[in-house]
């Protein structure tokens, strides 16, 4: 007898493309990388973990590695702080605003990073826009240097990611119906800790991708902080690219890349469970 | 079991529970509320009465402070609360959709009021306890608000707005999300608890079998104001419009002339479709031989007889067995919209036969619009 198949749109076999391209340009390469990471020269000995053991307890690196998280932990917060505000004006209050108000979050992803960079050291130079404004309303009386300052990393980091805060946050603010604010409010809490007991708490889910997402895109990148932080900020990501460019040490960043993947997969891990625990909910 | 409010609902204040004094509400240019008048009786259910879109849930976020009326003032107990926000007034609300925060346990949804007044942890357990008990759910403080039927879920919202001894309850069409049986059930259950409590409540609601059962008195809206307010019966059987008449239930319009006097408060009518048709009605008010008037019927107050001189004449079109009653639907010549009578019994009439339709003078009222 012949199974009657339930009839659905999409098929397994239609992901084959998918898996094939993913295993071909992702998977083999973060495979290969893997077996890079280990010395090529037995000589230098240590054993396969040898890279790993260097990047961990030689001290230089050991500070990049503290730099990479502290510079990510900042940027994530600072996102946050920046963006839980906007996503909630724009699911309160923006109403048919709200298209204009996504075009403004959105706009500096579809910016080349070049240019987006480039146009904050036109702004923050010592000559620049910023110092010159400052200087005609008499507030300064000497031009400050904020290119190439960790400052200026922050900006251009925060400038860059805060889109993907915001959309988190905005996605969860949006499946909050307001009537719970209001119940909060009829049964005597007010504004702040209606947005306390209420708010906040349901949208956690909403932080916590937005965090995740910024903190692995933190770490990521190195455009920015090679740009705008004038050697002062070495990440990583940054150190990665140095090495590659520069010292040629292969290996080494490939053990590095090893790594910021690890951190990346970490975060994965932490959001695909902070969905599943939601998912109980019906 | 007694359970009275306390704290909040200070009973001793002179005044209405609630009142609104020509308060108005305009969206966007469109005025929603016209200037309206409503004072509450302490301990009375007061239905808001009317078609969707007609502003019920405007009046209610007014009261509860939600919304800032454009004019006029409203009162919470004799106390002006028109510039205070939602969380100073001191009263209870039910939403529809139940509103409950689900990322708590029942137990916190309930206790969050007393939570927000920094009540002490002995007395929000007993208090909780209490409510739940109310609303006959007993041992339910640990329970996930997604794990609650959706009847489970409106009792639980109710304990919650009463926990904090409101001193106005405000019920935003609380059974709508229910279906029939439960919705009939609840009716019963919060009418109840609402007497036992003695709690001043506004039911707000788009079902006059709801608004009729359950209240002591009915307000009917439309377009943002108060058409007609009065005791159910009073606004059933003594509409003063044509729109409280058929929004109440069904009615039959009849325009007529008045032909003399025929008793105390009595007045012989005779209809404009059937001139030879007599009838009587009751008015308080006098009128003049010759004044026009628009009748109302219910169709319960008419009854079906052989066509006799004077009665309506009228031809079945069809019957219909609605459970409790018989349904005809008769056109009457002369009387474009068809006419409906509700009987006990089932009449000993064909379809399609003659047949002439009465009323007692006690059955039909005088609108005060032209028909
Ligand atoms: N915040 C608002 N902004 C604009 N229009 C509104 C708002 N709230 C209600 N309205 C309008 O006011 C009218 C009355 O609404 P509402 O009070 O909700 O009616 P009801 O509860 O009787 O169904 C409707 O036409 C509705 O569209
Ligand atoms: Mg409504």
Redesign the interface.
Known sequence: MRRVRPYRLARPSWCVPVIAYLLVFFVIPLIANLLRSRPVDAAIGGGPFFYYVKLLTDPYYAGVLLETTKVALITTFVCLLVGYPVAYFMVRFAGRWNALIVFCVVAPLLTSIIMRTFGWRVLLARRGVLNAWLLDWGLITRPFELADQPIAVYIGLVHVLVPFMVLSINAVLQGI?V??E??????????L?TFW??TL??SVDGIATGCILVFVLTNGSFLTMLLLGGGRITTLSLLIYQQFSTTQDVGFAAAMGNVLMLVALLGFLLQFRLLRRRGV?? | MSVRPHGGGNNTTAGAPVELADVSKSFGGVQVLKPLRLALVPGEMLALLGPSGCGKTTTLRLIAGFEAPDTGSIRVAGRDVTGLPPNKRGLGMVFQNYSLFPHMTVGENVAFGLRMRRTGRAEKARRVREMLATVRLDGYEDRLIHQLSGGQQQRIALARALATSPSVLLLDEPLGALDKNLRERMQFELRDIQRRLGITSILVTHDQEEALTMSDRVAVMAHGEVLQVGRPTEVYDRPLTRFVSEFLGTANIFAAVVTGANGPNRWSVALDAQPHAAGTVESPAALAPGQRVTLAVRPERLSLGPPTDGTVRATVRDVVFRGTYFAYELTASGQPQPVFAYTQLRQPVAADAAVGLSWEPGGAVILQDTA
């Open positions: 119906d009537q719970l209001d119940s909060a409010r009829v049964l005597g809490a007010g504004r800790r007991h209420v708490p349901l909910k019906p």
